[in-house]
């Protein structure tokens, strides 16, 4: 999986300063680097900008890497909304998509995402992407609440899932949550609702069309 991805980002990433920086100041506040890999990031971009997405939903902030790819699909008259467990966190993704030109049209909300999911449904907010990239344990309920504010047509993408390829692999050393992603797949790949794959790009992402 390394080398392939490494092929992929060695042909087709370019260099950018914007991502680059937000990297560099993620480390430099001592976070881990556990940010989309480049060529996920990039893919988001495209998904949203092809889906027409305006209204896009993130869980899981870290430093903003996802949350700028994700803002750059839609453009100048999109809306963001992020969650994010930890206040510093969201501080530091907002400056970082401040200096990205979107300051204006990101919205974090802090504390536990599955609170925040509920609130949101009880304000009856609609999205129409989603992109799951938090606590590996909550991603099933991360996604049923999700599918519960998706407007028809919406499109879920979650980030982890092939655990380093452990999933697929029963020779490799489990990952702490390969067992959750293996339960998070079937579900996704059985929901009655969603149309799905799963691409083996960074460390794998399921892609859902969500049909109500
Ligand atoms: N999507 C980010 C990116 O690519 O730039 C990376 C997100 S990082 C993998 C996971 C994030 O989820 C961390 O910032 C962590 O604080 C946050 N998180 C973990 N548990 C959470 C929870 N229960 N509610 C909200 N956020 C949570």
Known sequence: MKKINGYIESVFQSQ???LEEVL???EEHGMQPISVSPSSG???TMLVSLSGAKNVLEIGALGGYSGICLARGFGSDGKLTSLELMESYAELAKSH????????QVNYLTGLALES??????????????????DKENYENYLNACISIAENGAIIVADNVLAGGTVADEDQQPKLYTEHMRKFNEAVAKHPLLESTLL???????????NK
Do not use: E, M
Not at 200 to 209: H, M, R, Y
């Open 200 to 210: 083996p790009i960074g460390d794998g992402l399921t892609v859902s069309i969500v």
């Open 24 to 26: 560099r100041s993620i």
């Open 16 to 18: 950018d300063a914007i």
């Open 42 to 44: 990039k893919l988001l």
């Open 117 to 134: 999911l509920d609130q949101l449904a009880r304000d009856n907010k609609h999205f129409d992407f989603f992109f799951i990239d938090a």
């Open 97 to 104: 998509l401040t200096k990205a030109g979107y300051g204006d």
